[in-house]
């Protein structure tokens, strides 16, 4: 009934519009949740109005089966119960609902509340006329729903305790979030790519029938050589490589802002004089085109922040050197290629050989090119090993901090707004956490005897020598 879908929104007579994700009801968009994310449109990132758009679906499609609920405190709470226990009965293992939702994670049950919380807070204080006081109001059916939804919601939020659920989460499930405390785990093997099988990675894994995948072996470098998180590299435009003139063997890299960054130095006016701007009004004047964070199709790549070396770029800062040196090689090589497509855009990552050639080349594609490669090396692509392409920045930053690099500057060199986000990164893996308990006790024999640590009494009959 209710589905998601692209919206291209015109808010005055000049032409421009701004695409955002919608829902589509029955009856048409619904107009408060597209008119909440054009008012976030400028702080908020597609990813969060594509989450918050999900959360307000699957709300609407839980008061569409609730229909004879009327009770507010109890709506909002067989929600939120909902969400941790799923929607099918235990014992046939049916939904009379049609919701058929599986049980979500606390994590993902407490976004969706708080998604929700936040978009009838907005809409509250926004849209006052809702149904249930305006009567004259004129919205469609499930814009009134959610408007009446939004004022019940506000003025039952004192009683809701403001997070709808402190005791919505069944004794059951052991479920706690928002204040009530879910139990403490280690973090996970920290996912890097393993150093010693990325040289074969690039020589042989992007090399198929005799052919290297330039293209490829550019992106991983930067990756893994550089630490970019792997959307970054589809926002390079070819004028921001060029020689570093500190060493000339070595390629200088600045991926910048894809909005705010400093347009090309190339760039002119009419008459011929340099003209500056910022890279969204580039891509509007030269190719009609958005920055593609703000791009709800196969081309879009994100940009998650965290400190710029200045207005506004990140500076690829190679490590080991020899990686910028590579680097250098394989883009001289990757230009020739480049040389001979037309492009509509100025981005580097181009289609070579599938069509449309010379578009915008996509992150799904390099993802698949990624996996193809480690596949040829008889590697696993599994996020857990490493294998896939964020486990090269996993890499980059152990790299550093195994070389004895202080936090301050690897939290420079991988772009981190605070010292704290380097810690994911830099954590011991199991393996060198074993191997510094050995060292441990190799120290301790050497301090107090050969016998140190070795216990002294063994239960009857329980010889280790056996």
């Given at each position: 009934m209710f589905v998601?879908?692209?919206?291209?929104?015109?808010?005055?007579?000049?032409?421009?519009?701004?695409?955002?994700?919608?829902?589509l009801t029955p009856v048409g968009v619904l107009e408060p949740l597209l008119d909440y994310c054009l008012y976030r449109s400028h702080d908020r990132s597609l990813a969060w109005m594509t989450k918050v758009t999900r959360s307000v679906r699957m709300f609407l499609e839980y008061l569409q089966t609730n229909p004879a609920e009327h009770d507010t405190y109890r709506l909002f709470q067989n929600f939120a119960q909902r969400l941790y226990t799923g929607?099918?009965?235990r014992k046939t293992g049916l939904d009379p609902s049609n919701l058929c939702w599986a049980p979500r994670s606390p994590q993902d049950a407490s976004q969706i509340i708080t998604h929700l919380s936040d978009f009838f807070d907005w809409l509250s204080e926004m849209r006052p006329e809702a149904a249930k006081v305006n009567p004259r109001y004129a919205g469609g059916a499930f814009d009134r729903k959610t408007d009446e939804a939004a004022y019940q919601y506000r003025r039952s939020k004192s009683f809701l305790g403001h997070t709808w659920a402190a005791n919505a989460f069944p004794a059951e499930t052991g479920h706690r979030v928002r204040g009530l405390r879910l139990p403490k785990v280690e973090k996970g093997e920290p996912p890097a790519f393993p150093e010693e099988r990325f040289e074969e990675l690039l020589v042989k894994g992007f090399c198929a029938a005799g052919r290297y995948d330039y293209r490829g072996m550019l992106i991983t470098l930067l990756l893994h050589g550089a630490g970019f998180r792997e959307s970054e590299p589809f926002h390079l435009y070819i004028p921001d490589v060029f020689p570093d003139p500190a060493n000339p063997r070595q390629a200088k890299v600045l991926i910048h802002h894809p909005s705010y960054g400093a347009a090309p130095a190339d760039w002119r006016e009419e008459r011929g004089r340099p003209r500056k701007g910022n890279r969204a009004e580039y891509l509007a004047h030269q190719f009609g085109l958005v920055p593609r964070t703000d791009l709800l199709d196969r081309r879009q790549a994100g940009w998650k922040g965290g400190a710029h070396d200045a207005p506004y770029y990140k500076q690829a800062y190679w490590f080991v050197p020899e990686y910028g040196e590579w680097f250098q090689h394989l883009w001289h090589r990757y230009l020739e290629q480049v040389a001979r497509i037309e492009r509509g855009h100025p981005f580097a990552f181009i289609n070579l050989n599938r069509e449309p050639v010379g578009a915008m080349y996509t992150l799904t594609q390099y993802n698949k090119a990624h996996a193809a490669a480690c596949e040829r090396i008889g590697l696993t692509v599994s996020k857990v090993l490493g294998?896939?392409?964020?486990?090269?920045?996993?890499?980059?930053?152990?790299?550093?901090?195994?070389?004895g690099i202080e936090k301050a500057l690897i939290r420079r060199f991988m772009h981190h707004a605070s010292l704290e986000s380097q810690e994911v990164y830099t954590q011991a893996n199991t393996k060198e956490a074993l191997a510094a308990l050995d060292a441990g006790g190799q120290r301790l024999r050497e301090k107090y005897g050969g016998t140190a640590g070795t216990p002294v009494f063994l239960p009857p009959g329980l010889d280790l020598n056996d």
């Open positions: 998601t879908v692209k919206a291209r929104v015109y808010t005055d007579a000049t032409g421009v519009y701004t695409e955002l994700p919608a829902v929607t099918f009965d294998t896939t392409p964020h486990g090269h920045r996993h890499a980059y930053g152990r790299r550093l901090h195994n070389a």
